[in-house]
């Protein structure tokens, strides 16, 4: 069974500090997603990871993926107060070998940016 | 193009109570899926289909029911609605990796 950690699962940070999300699984993967959630709203795609090293960015966030530590990094460069929502990670576990594309999501990380 | 619809946004059920949630896409996405949300669990896969006619379990399937007449249709049935079953249920679509979400609907179950 896949398992898919995220941590922290609680951030308050400080507008202008960088800070690091990082997400675990523990099944082979080369599919990996970001989400963003704001209070009692639907999932917006961020970034689809499809391959080991890849790296993609945004504005202040950036992801990248590992795909030999089975790890996904989302990092927060100069935070400001938009950016607080939950973040959600989430693995296809069909990978590279095909899939009906059914995602297994992290708990989250509730993020919270301070002026 | 209006996405992914879904209604209604929120709903108040007794115990026993059936009800379907309806969810509807217009992107011709051939996988659709349906997840609920509970506070602080992330999201949990209730059912998925792969196409019309085509529909699978997904992790906590007990107590629901799908079906997929359409490409564009894919209601969820709650048969005996239990306390338990109170929750945020998304439905999702994809053509073949990015899911894209509906706004949710919210159900309690009283």
């Known amino acids: 069974e896949l398992k898919v950690e995220q941590n922290p699962l609680f951030l308050s940070m400080q507008e202008e500090k960088n800070y690091t999300i990082y997400c675990n699984y523990s099944t082979t993967s080369d599919r990996l997603y970001w989400y963003r959630q704001d209070p009692g709203k639907s999932l917006e795609s961020l970034f689809v990871l499809l391959s080991n090293g890849a790296v993609k960015q945004e504005g202040r966030l950036m992801a990248s993926l590992d795909t030999k530590a089975r790890l996904s990094t989302l990092h927060i460069t100069a935070a400001v107060h938009d950016l607080s929502a939950t973040y959600f990670c989430?693995?296809?576990?069909?990978?590279?070998?095909?899939?009906?594309?059914?995602?297994?999501f992290g708990k989250g990380t509730l993020l919270t940016v301070n002026p | 193009n209006a996405g992914v619809t879904q209604t209604p946004k929120f709903r108040i059920l007794k115990i026993g109570q059936s009800m379907t949630l309806q969810c509807t896409q217009d992107m011709n996405h051939n996988y659709m899926y349906w997840y609920r949300q509970d506070p602080g669990m992330g999201l949990k896969l209730i059912y998925y289909?792969?196409?019309?006619?085509?529909?699978d379990k997904g992790e906590v399937p007990n107590g629901y029911n799908v079906s997929r007449s359409t490409t564009e249709d894919f209601p969820l049935r709650l048969e005996l609605a239990a306390p338990s079953q109170t929750s945020v249920y998304f439905c999702?679509?994809?053509?073949?990796?990015?899911?894209?979400f509906g706004p949710g609907t919210r159900l309690l179950v009283l």
């Open positions: 989430a693995v296809d576990i069909g990978g590279s070998g095909g899939s009906n594309y059914k995602l297994t």
């Open positions: 999702a679509s994809s053509m073949a990796g990015t899911q894209y």
């Open positions: 289909s792969v196409g019309a006619g085509i529909t």
